[in-house]
C-alpha cells in the first residue's frame, strides 16, 4: 500500500529564507507525485506535479521540488519565503493506474516577519 | 471554468440525523472525487466516479455513508445516522481522464456532528 510521510507537522522560517518541506512515499511502482497547498476555510490548490521527465519540478508561486527516487523523497523548496505562503501543505502520491490520491498528514509554515 | 463547487459550506446536525452534500465538478471533468479531512490530517479518499459508475470505495465508506453521480455530471454524499466521529471537511475533485491525475478540489463542506 502506498503512503506518504512529511517530516514536520510545523514548520517555522523568516520572512526572506529558504523554505523546505520534507515529503517521503512509499510505493511498489513508479508513482506520480503532488504538492498542494490549504489555506484556511479554502479547497487544496495544486502547487506542482512530478508524472514523467525531468525530475526537478518548478510550480507556482516560486516552488519547486525534486524527485529523487533512490531516496523515495519528494520535498518542497522555496528560495526566499513570503508572509502569503503561510498555510497548510500536502504531499500526495497516486499510483499511475490507480485514481485515488493518497497524502500525507500535512505541514504547517509558518513565516516570521 | 467556475471551479468545483461544493454545498452546503457548513453542516450541524444532532446525531441520528441524515445528511446531504452536494458538489458540482468543473463542467467538462469526468471524474469526481470525494475525500474526507479531519482535524490535522490530511485528506483521506472515500470514493471515486468515472462519468456515473462508481469505480472505487474506500474501507472508510461505512453502509452509513451512500455516493450518487446520476447523471454524470454533480454528485451527492448522504450519510445516515450521523455519529459524532463522522464530524469532518468532506472534500469534493474532480479531473480529466488523460491529464495526468490532476485533481481540482471543491472549498469543502464542513459537517458538525452534536
Known sequence: AQSVTQLGSHVSVSEGALVLLRCNYSSSVPPYLFWYVQYPNQGLQLLLKYTTGATLVKGINGFEAEFKKSETSFHLTKPSAHMSDAAEYFCAVSDQGAQKLVFGQGTRLTINP | ?114
Open chain 2, 1 to 114: 471554468d467556475t471551479g468545483v463547487s461544493q454545498n452546503p459550506r457548513h453542516k450541524i446536525t444532532k446525531r441520528g440525523q441524515n445528511v446531504t452534500f452536494r458538489c458540482d465538478p468543473i463542467s467538462e471533468h469526468n471524474r469526481l472525487y470525494w475525500y474526507r479531512q479531519t482535524l490535522g490530517q490530511g485528506p483521506e479518499f472515500l470514493t471515486y466516479f468515472q462519468n456515473e459508475a462508481q469505480l472505487e470505495k474506500s474501507r472508510l465508506l461505512s453502509d452509513r455513508f451512500s455516493a450518487e453521480r446520476p447523471k454524470g455530471s454533480f454528485s451527492t454524499l448522504e450519510i445516515q445516522r450521523t455519529e459524532q466521529g463522522d464530524s469532518a471537511m468532506y472534500l469534493c475533485a474532480s479531473s480529466l481522464a488523460g491529464t495526468g491525475h490532476i485533481q481540482y478540489f471543491g472549498a469543502g463542506t464542513r459537517l458538525s456532528v452534536l
